[in-house]
């Protein structure tokens, strides 16, 4: 635990009190009646009740939705299986600017639905939603469909055998088995929509604000650093709250499983129901994620003099761009690629020691190290990007000219990722396996080596990514500590949609079709990996 502890301790508690202390301190003296007034407002206690029951409802209908696609990911083999999975997860890249434009073309004034039907969902809570769904489709399929796809089908057979329906033994016997890893995906889901920023901000219009677009209002706009401080800490709370009853509920229902090779549970589907289940998954994709991006990629093309490649090319000067960047919007594609790599490996690193640390259940202080691991997807990232620029700014970590800062950030929350993956997994381990192998005579390394990594090799890989895939499109605080002369491409993409003028909008959406064919290609690869043991990623 010494590790995570000390990284979380450096690049988050520190930035997070420090800038909130800035809200906060008069004069040396804390001005704790701040809090009641901030939180008296009307206002705010709008923001707040419409922040709690649009996350409720996001998650819920994301997991009502991705459910079905989980299983048949884990359960059927069908041609096409890795390039859907890759596609499914590239939405979690993307950044919120750029998917809520995308939504707006589908939803909004001019859009898909309104030519078809007149239909118009934008400055609505129901655009929110389905973005919401939109980008966590692919946290439920992996997180839950990971461990799906390795428990062993005899199980439930079994309890078909001895009399149970198809319906009673899913419930008694799969349904038990998936819980650690359907809430360990609830919960990310959950974060995710709770801290909602861009997706809120542009589909939602002035009617609707999370506490992540008040607090970047109140920062950047109102100047209003004691409010921001206040709820910045209400965000803060709510989150860790929350992680602590996830993490009693988890405890009170983990239980050994038997893992199998996830090659041996996939068979092609069977049947009018199960064809027609892959075939209702196939839609869902196809409505839900391939449309918004190819709204992208239509937009990318679709210049004045007709559709050409015109805003690619115009990505590779500086002064196209003006006054944006110091170098070609087209670098970002390498710095985002080097960033993410060197964020995924940091990430890999403290994830793995935490979750490892974590198996073995030592007590209320590894418990509770459990919920504030994922404490960074709760909090602000206003608030951090805020936090690294007044704190990392003195030696030995004066680090804000240094290109470790932006890998770092990102890192942060691709940690809670890499536990949340692995842990499940990691849990269902039964520990008479690593007994039986240090009673003849393996070390605790060798037994890691033996028993362990073969068993999460496949979520160790599904971890690298997923962190990876959050790197590449970190926006909130990496905007405000990437350099001009080293822009990432979510950065570089929210430029040039600030700026007025076709040109601008036109890059935006060639950068954005980039970094979607990036990362498909970057998943596309992962899905292809095997092992002796684990089979199909």
């Known amino acids: 635990m010494a590790v995570p502890v000390a990284f979380f301790a450096l690049?988050?508690?520190?930035?997070?009190?420090?800038?909130?202390?800035?809200?906060?301190?008069?004069?040396?003296?804390?001005?704790?009646?701040?809090?009641?007034?901030?939180?008296?407002?009307?206002?705010?206690?709008?923001?707040?009740?419409?922040?709690?029951?649009?996350?409720?409802?996001?998650?819920?209908?994301?997991?009502?939705?991705?459910?079905?696609?989980?299983?048949?990911?884990?359960?059927f083999d069908f041609p096409g299986k890795n390039l859907l999975r890759a596609v499914v997860t590239v939405p979690f890249v993307l950044p919120t600017v750029v998917v809520g434009t995308a939504f707006l073309a589908v939803l909004g004034r001019g859009g898909f639905l309104d030519e078809l039907w007149g239909v118009r969902l934008d400055t609505t809570v129901w655009a929110i939603l389905l973005a919401h769904v939109f980008f966590n489709y692919a946290v439920v399929v992996r997180t839950v469909g990971g461990l799906w796809s390795q428990l062993d089908p005899r199980q439930e057979e079994a309890a078909r055998v001895l009399g149970a329906g198809r319906l009673?033994?899913?419930?008694?016997?799969?349904?038990?088995?998936?819980?650690?890893?359907?809430?360990?995906?609830?919960?990310?889901?959950?974060?995710?929509?709770?801290?909602?920023?861009?997706?809120?901000?542009?589909?939602?219009?002035?009617?609707?604000?999370?506490?992540?677009?008040?607090?970047?209002?109140?920062?950047?706009?109102?100047?209003?650093?004691?409010?921001?401080?206040?709820?910045?800490?209400?965000?803060?709370?709510?989150?860790g709250g929350i992680l602590a009853v996830h993490a009693w509920t988890v405890r009170r229902r983990e239980t050994a499983l038997k893992l199998v090779d996830p090659a041996q549970t996939a068979r092609p589907?069977?049947?009018?129901?199960?064809?027609?289940?892959?075939?209702?998954?196939l839609l869902t994709i196809l409505l839900l994620i391939v449309v918004p991006l190819g709204v992208l990629v239509e937009r990318s093309l679709d210049t004045s003099g007709g559709y050409g490649f015109g805003f690619y090319r115009a990505l590779q000067s500086a002064d196209a761009s003006g006054s944006t960047f110091l170098v070609p919007p087209l670098e970002a594609i390498g710095n985002s690629l080097r960033y993410a790599l060197v964020a995924t490996v940091i990430a890999l690193v403290i994830g793995g020691l935490a979750a490892a640390?974590?198996?073995?259940?030592?007590?209320?202080?590894?418990?509770?190290?459990?919920?504030l691991l994922m404490l960074p997807l709760g909090v602000s990232a206003v608030t951090v990007g805020f936090g690294f620029l007044i704190t990392l700014d003195e030696p030995p970590?004066?680090?804000?000219?240094?290109?470790?800062?932006?890998?770092?950030?990102?890192?942060?929350?691709?940690?809670?990722?890499?536990?949340?993956?692995?842990?499940p997994v990691l849990r269902a381990v039964d520990g008479r396996l690593r007994e039986a192998a240090a009673v003849l005579g393996?070390?605790?390394?060798?037994?890691?080596?033996?028993?362990?990594?073969?068993?999460?090799?496949?979520?160790?890989?599904?971890?690298?990514?997923?962190?990876?895939?959050?790197?590449?499109?970190?926006?909130?605080?990496?905007?405000?500590?990437?350099?001009?002369?080293?822009?990432?491409?979510?950065?570089?993409?929210?430029?040039?949609?600030?700026?007025?003028?076709?040109?601008?909008?036109?890059?935006?959406?060639?950068?954005?079709?980039?970094?979607?064919?990036?990362c498909a290609v970057s998943l596309l690869l992962l899905e292809r990996i095997r092992t002796d043991r684990s089979g199909e990623f």
């Open 168 to 239: 009673a033994a899913w419930r008694r016997v799969t349904l038990p088995a998936l819980a650690p890893a359907v809430a360990a995906a609830a919960l990310v889901v959950f974060l995710f929509t709770f801290t909602s920023f861009g997706v809120v901000q542009i589909l939602g219009g002035p009617a609707y604000s999370t506490l992540e677009v008040e607090i970047y209002r109140q920062t950047a706009q109102l100047l209003d650093l004691p409010t921001a401080a206040v709820l910045t800490l209400v965000q803060f709370a709510a989150v």
């Open 357 to 371: 640390a974590l198996t073995r259940r030592a007590g209320p202080l590894v418990r509770g190290f459990d919920a």
């Open 11 to 75: 690049f988050f508690a520190y930035p997070v009190v420090a800038i909130v202390g800035r809200g906060l301190r008069t004069d040396g003296v804390w001005q704790f009646g701040r809090i009641g007034e901030v939180l008296s407002r009307p206002d705010i206690l709008g923001v707040l009740w419409f922040t709690t029951w649009q996350a409720l409802a996001s998650t819920a209908l994301t997991l009502l939705i991705a459910l079905p696609g989980a299983y048949v990911f884990a359960r």
């Open 397 to 423: 970590f004066d680090l804000r000219t240094s290109w470790i800062l932006v890998p770092l950030a990102q890192a942060l929350v691709g940690v809670p990722f890499v536990v949340r993956t692995m842990l």
């Open 269 to 281: 589907p069977r049947g009018f129901g199960q064809r027609a289940l892959l075939g209702g998954v």
């Open 442 to 518: 393996a070390s605790p390394l060798r037994a890691w080596r033996e028993v362990d990594l073969p068993l999460v090799r496949r979520a160790l890989l599904v971890a690298a990514g997923f962190a990876f895939a959050v790197s590449l499109g970190e926006f909130g605080a990496t905007v405000f500590i990437a350099r001009p002369d080293n822009p990432t491409l979510p950065v570089a993409v929210a430029r040039l949609l600030g700026r007025s003028g076709e040109l601008s909008y036109g890059q935006a959406m060639a950068l954005s079709t980039i970094l979607m064919l990036v």
